[in-house]
């Protein structure tokens, strides 16, 4: 008996280094890309967006190619947009050692061919985006256009094969004026009042404190609570991936079938992304004594014993769009954001998570928050769980 126990013992083992082994080595770029700046001029029939884009490589060693690299955008606003002619150019600024970083290098092509570019280890390069929309007389961009989704399709070519990768980076083209004193509104709730706060589509080039500054500071008191969104926090992290860019592997596409068609878990590459997060091993685990706690009536065992992040992604459809598209993770470093942001508005600050179905889940908060409050007060959902863009719920008790 022992020795049969020792063999099974033995045949696991070797089964999850196996299943271990697997998954780190499956293929990856160490390439990273990120939007780091943007403008926007506008005119009555034309309107120019210039977004610079990094590239990096923070691998010490390995060289990584970009052979391909193009651009899609997709114009978001209320109105029919059809009418409107959309123009890009691309325009490498690869650094080199006779020019600054910045400069405009001879791997530029006046006719937008992008010559394929080593990323070697440790370093970087950018590239600067052009958006030009024009329209016909009847049409004003400046009030029919809300943001553009530049949907950035690009190769990595290296050591580990050939990657097609897919990045969205959002630019905002028109931004709601922060609420005055006469358009201020509470709605009475639980032994508090509520004030929804509307902003614009948030991205990747907007900072959590500084959105929360920009639209509410001038309306906060002592004893406040204000609130944001975990989604949204997660987005202007970057937190989110195109599906396309998931490849699931089996075990993603077994143990997937077993959650609720609604859980965000129950697509095979919702899940894989899980397992990308915190490793099979840990989500093979957590799935099995899940399922035998659920067995004797104790429900949510999976996901406590996943983590955190196994409650947090959203799969598509998700949120609101364009990110409905996407996976979206949960954010880093909640805690850290919270305490940071009450030290610059001098009230407490809170990132929720909140469902249509009366749920209410405080990710974190700042010190001696009132999440008792915070859980009654945005128990009806007063931000909504449509396309209101009211992201931040500021909570005032009685």
Known sequence: MPSLLLELLLIVGVGVTLLE?????????????????????????????????????????????????????????????????????????????????????????KDGYWTAYIVKGHKSTRVQVTVQLQSNESIDIQTTTDSIWVDVHWVNYGPFGRLKCRQGVLVPMRRPEPLIASQVSFHSGDGCEVLPIKTHLLGTLDN??????????????????????????????????????????????????????????ATACGLQTLIDLVGPT????????????????????????????????????????????????????????CEQAAAELGVSVAIVDVNDLGRVKVLASSHGCDEALLKRALRPNPAGNANERTPLVLVRPN
């Open 208 to 265: 959590t404190v500084d959105v929360l500054s920009h639209y509410a500071k001038a309306h906060l008191r002592p004893g406040d609570v204000l609130t944001i969104g975990e989604t949204p926090v997660a987005v202007m992290q970057g937190r989110y991936l195109h599906p396309s860019t998931v490849v699931p592997g089996w075990l993603a596409r077994l143990l997937c079938r077993a959650f609720h068609p609604t859980s965000s878990l």
């Open 282 to 337: 840990r989500v093979l685990i957590a799935w099995t004594a899940g399922l035998a706690l659920k067995v004797v009536g104790i429900n949510g065992g999976f996901y406590r014993l996943a983590g955190e992040q196994a409650r947090l992604i959203d799969d598509i459809t998700g949120t609101t769009p364009p990110y409905d598209q996407t996976i979206v993770l949960g954010p880093l470093n909640p805690t850290k954001i």
């Open 21 to 109: 082994l697997r998954h780190r080595l499956r293929p990856s770029s160490p390439l990273r890309l990120k939007a780091l700046d943007y403008k926007v001029k506008q005119s009555k029939s034309a309107l120019d967006i210039e977004l610079w884009l990094e590239i990096s490589n923070p691998h010490p060693r390995m060289e990584v190619m970009v052979p391909e690299l193009k651009i899609e955008p997709v114009l978001l606003g209320k109105d029919d947009l059809s009418q409107l002619n959309v123009s890009t150019k691309i325009t490498p600024h690869h650094p080199d050692e006779s020019a600054e970083p910045c400069s405009q290098s001879e791997n530029s092509r």
